[in-house]
């Protein structure tokens, strides 16, 4: 049975713990054997894009020595971070030869989460009905950092029931951008209200997209403004029960 | 009194029509990327690496390949001015223009420019206006913000923040014409005004899009034909060139083009491409002075840092269209610190503006970026855009403007410029508390309830959406319809055509025209187009590089041979060679061939035989000929700009028709 050491991600585990736990549960029926890695916190990434490399290399140690003592593949329910750990590691580290190796053997493992659906455990089809009117928003690391778009765009097409609407201007980004939004919270909205104006044009019950920051950023836009469309996480409709 | 970067990004959000001119810009210009990047010759993917490799090769033999550009250069004619600041470069220019005043024996030239951002980096109008001189800028955009004292907003739209009423009101005020929201009309005036400077300028100055060094010479790509009149006409053109904006040969210069002007503004090909080898030969009309200032200011520095891919940067603007933050805020909210502003906004100037002028001012630019690497997916040299900009903001981009003497490589800036003091301690306070995860669970179980209950008092959305509870919404009735299956893009089959038929569609999609008759029709073929302008004075080429009989034929039927070209109808030319892909003629400078004829004209007719087209732009710029000249231009249809509000105008500097004779046999 196929290991995935599940990385909660400091945001979804925060904030939406409801994220990690569909996760998990996706990923068991899909056939993996799920482990919860003990001390996992933040990838780092906040303090890597706000120019802050000690800081971001502190926790990315932490992160390296916490996942060295698990086998196994490290699956995140969030693009943003799995990007972090695939490709930006390897700049943090390039001066230092032996985290490097460190940090290149962690990335060989790491996956996204639909990503490691598809492509790993083969998985599409999960047989969940879901009978909503739903769209996707691919997370700007979904699509540009990892390249990954086929394969949650396969999961969702392959949902009972499901109406799928292609997103306006999918590609653009929502305004999130981490440190960004704190630090320029006016263009943020602005980049935001542009998002939900085109969510709204779907008139979507679902948005789907598989990074946390993106959905709580987009959600919070999509309350302000009143559009009832709700924001979920790919795990999140993946383990959805009607009947729940 | 400087303006407080926050306080310029505040007022661009707050500026509706602003936001309406940059979301249009931003639409069409990423629409108009993606038609001409199908008509690509090879796919898109691959032509880009090709063109990054191109780049990167240039700058990993950097000293070779502008030692041989700038001997090849000398040995041509030009006049090279190596700087290395900007004070330098203003003072080399002023000595240029204050020799030729001299000469003239004026106290004040007058200076036809046409666009160029190292121009804007270094601050020549000002300096040139200080002196006493008279500069007036020829491009339609920058022209109209000369006019309203305002800076470019854009690196290839300046005038993209403004709305056609504020040009009808600025040329109202400025130049004394009835106030109208017509475009054409708009346009009209600007080509009338300038069309006089244009004539009695002393000294033009240019910028350079690529210095080749194969040949010596300098390449620069336009639409309106501005471009190609400060640089033919007066006796005198300086061109300024960043030091990195060199390409090995005219192999690789082709790619180039390929790229350059479907990055930019979605043409296949500009209207017009110069390549200037160097100053008129014998019988020539091209200026007898062909200066180059090649400036460094901190170009070399930024090489030997980890910033130095963005020196592949080729100034097409792609990446300034694909920010989403740039469509937000516009050029002109992009600012260092103390509210300095910079010449290069936008993704590429968040990386450019501190490694070259220092991040002590431009650092704290770099935050004005979500990482969301659109730009990056734009870029036709694959500059790593987000990670030069994650570079920019820890601290790998120097501190202060390039001095002469400095070591190489320079100090580092203090990490994270811009980013507040109350982020930076909570990042650095998380950092630790993330390293120990007993800690972090306490933390994280205060963070949830405390951050959800500030929320409302925050401006961030973050916080607002982290208060819903993922509740699934109600159940809908199940629709019936099947998910709607994602179609891969068809590519597009490319049918071969013909040369010939290749070449009429492509240029009567530029609104050229294309007549096509035998060798013995010409006269008759021509003659017709001349009756149907009512044209009765030409400008030409010398009877004997004209078609044999053909100025013969044309005299005896009563058209009278002028010339003052500035005063003709029509001017006739022959053609060096065809592009059938682009539409396009090339013409190049020789004695009896002047290069107004192609230019002053209302009307260009080119006589261009079948055997001479050619497949593509880089068949055509193999044809030796083109070194052998000092100046040669691929003509791609009539001038055209869309400077106002994007509206596209044909017929500004430049002819406003351009018909092709092709004569088979």
Not at chain 2, 380 to 397: H, K, Q
């Amino acid at each position: 049975m196929p290991i995935a050491n599940l990385f909660p991600t400091c945001l979804a585990d925060t904030f939406r713990k409801r994220i990690v736990e569909a996760t998990a549960e996706v990923l068991r029926r899909a056939g993996a054997e799920v482990r919860f890695p003990k001390g996992l916190t933040c990838c780092g990434q906040p303090a890597f894009n706000a120019g802050m490399r000690r800081e971001a290399r502190r926790m990315a140690e932490h992160t390296i020595r916490t996942l060295e003592r698990y086998e196994g593949a490290v699956v995140l329910p969030a693009g943003s971070c799995a990007a972090m750990i695939r490709n930006n590691y390897a700049e943090l580290f390039a001066d230092d030869a032996e985290w490097r190796r460190r940090a290149d053997a962690l990335a060989a493992r790491t996956y996204e989460f639909s990503e490691y659906l598809v492509d790993v455990l083969g998985v599409t089809d999960l047989g969940v009905h879901f009978p909503y009117r739903i769209t996707y928003h691919p997370s700007c690391h979904m699509l540009r950092a990892l390249g990954v778009d086929r394969q949650p765009r396969a999961l969702l097409y392959a949902l009972h029931g499901a109406v799928f609407v292609e997103l306006p201007d999918a590609d653009e980004c929502c305004g999130f951008g981490g440190v960004f939004t704190a630090e320029q919270p006016e263009i943020s909205r602005s980049m935001l209200e542009r998002k939900v104006a085109n969510i709204a044009k779907t008139g979507a019950d679902v948005c789907v997209t598989a990074d946390p920051s993106c959905l709580l950023h987009i959600q919070g836009g999509l309350n302000r403004a009143g559009v009832r469309t709700r924001m979920m996480h790919i795990a999140e409709v993946l383990a959805f029960h009607p009947t729940t | 009194m400087p303006i407080r970067p926050k306080d310029a990004i505040k007022s661009a959000l707050s500026d509706p029509a602003l936001r309406e001119a940059l979301t249009a810009n931003a639409a069409r210009r990423k629409a108009a990327r993606a038609r001409a990047y199908s008509t690509l010759p090879e796919p898109w993917e691959v032509m880009r690496e090709r063109a990054a490799e191109v780049r990167a090769a240039v700058l990993a033999n950097w000293d070779e390949v502008f030692q041989r550009f700038v001997e090849n250069a000398r040995r041509n004619g030009y006049h090279i001015h190596l700087v290395t600041t900007a004070k330098e470069a203003r003072q080399e220019a002023l000595r240029i223009v204050s020799v030729e005043a001299r000469r003239l024996g004026k106290e004040s030239l007058l200076i036809a420019k046409s666009k160029s951002m190292v121009s804007e980096e270094i601050g020549l109008n000002k300096a040139l206006e200080a002196a006493g001189h008279r500069v007036v800028e020829t491009d339609l955009g920058e022209y109209i913000i000369q006019l309203r004292g305002e800076r470019p907003a854009h690196i290839i739209t300046p005038a993209v923040h403004l709305r056609r009423q504020d040009v009808g009101r600025t040329f109202h005020e400025k130049l004394g014409v009835p106030y109208t929201e017509d475009v054409a009309e708009m346009t009209a005036t600007a080509r009338r005004v300038l069309r006089d400077v244009f004539l009695r300028a002393d000294v033009g100055v240019s910028g350079a899009n690529f210095g080749i060094a194969e040949t010596g010479g300098i390449c620069i790509v336009t639409n309106e034909g501005n471009g190609r009149m400060v640089t033919t006409l007066p006796r005198v053109h300086i061109a300024l060139m960043g030091a990195e904006r060199l390409v090995r040969d005219m192999h690789d210069l082709a790619l180039m083009l390929e790229l350059l002007p479907r990055s930019a503004t979605g043409q296949q090909l500009t209207v017009y491409v110069s390549l200037l080898n160097g100053p008129r030969r014998a019988g020539e009309d091209a200026p007898e002075e062909r200066h180059l200032i090649i400036v460094d200011d901190g170009r070399r520095r930024m090489a030997s840092t980890p910033l130095v891919d963005g020196l592949r940067c080729i100034r097409c603007g792609a990446c300034l269209n694909a920010c989403p933050v740039f469509r937000e805020i516009g050029g002109h909210a992009y600012l260092g610190v103390h509210g300095t502003p910079t010449p290069y906004p936008g993704p590429i100037g968040l990386v450019v503006s501190p490694a070259l002028f220092g991040a002590d001012e431009f650092g704290s630019m770099a935050q004005l970026c979500t990482l969301c690497g659109a730009c990056a997916e734009a870029c036709p040299v694959e500059v790593p855009l987000p990670e030069l900009i994650l570079r920019v903001r820890a601290g790998y981009a120097p501190p202060s403007p390039p001095r002469p003497g400095e070591p190489l490589p320079p100090p580092r800036s203090k990490p994270a410029p811009g980013v507040p003091w109350h982020l930076r301690f909570f990042l650095s306070v998380y950092s630790r508390v993330a390293s120990v995860p007993a800690l972090y669970k306490i933390a994280q179980r205060l963070a949830a309830p405390v951050m959800r209950a500030a929320a409302p008092l925050t401006p961030v959305p973050f916080l607002w959406g982290a208060r819903s509870k993922p509740v699934p919404p109600e159940p809908v009735p199940t629709p019936q319809a099947p998910p709607e299956p994602q179609k891969p893009a068809a590519q597009e089959q490319k049918r071969s055509r013909g040369l010939v038929e290749g070449f009429a569609a492509a240029l009567q999609a530029l609104g050229g025209e294309v007549r096509r008759c035998s060798a013995a029709e010409l006269p008759e073929c021509v003659l017709a187009e001349l009756r149907n302008r009512g044209a009765t004075a030409v400008c030409a080429w010398a009877d004997d590089e004209l078609p044999a009989g053909l100025a013969k034929a044309l005299r005896a039927a009563g058209v009278r041979f002028t010339q003052n070209c500035a005063e003709a109808a029509v001017g006739i030319t022959g053609a060096l060679a065809g592009i059938a892909a682009s539409g396009t003629v090339v013409v190049t400078a020789a004695a009896g061939k002047p290069l107004r004829v192609s230019l002053l004209p209302k009307a260009h007719f080119a006589v261009l035989p079948e055997s001479k087209l050619v497949a593509d732009l880089e068949s055509a710029l193999a044809l030796p000929e083109l070194k052998q000249t000092s100046t040669a231009v691929l003509i791609s249809g009539p001038s055209r700009t869309a400077d106002i509000e994007m509206t596209l105008t044909i017929g500004v500097h430049g002819p406003e028709e351009v018909v092709v004779f092709l004569v088979s046999g």
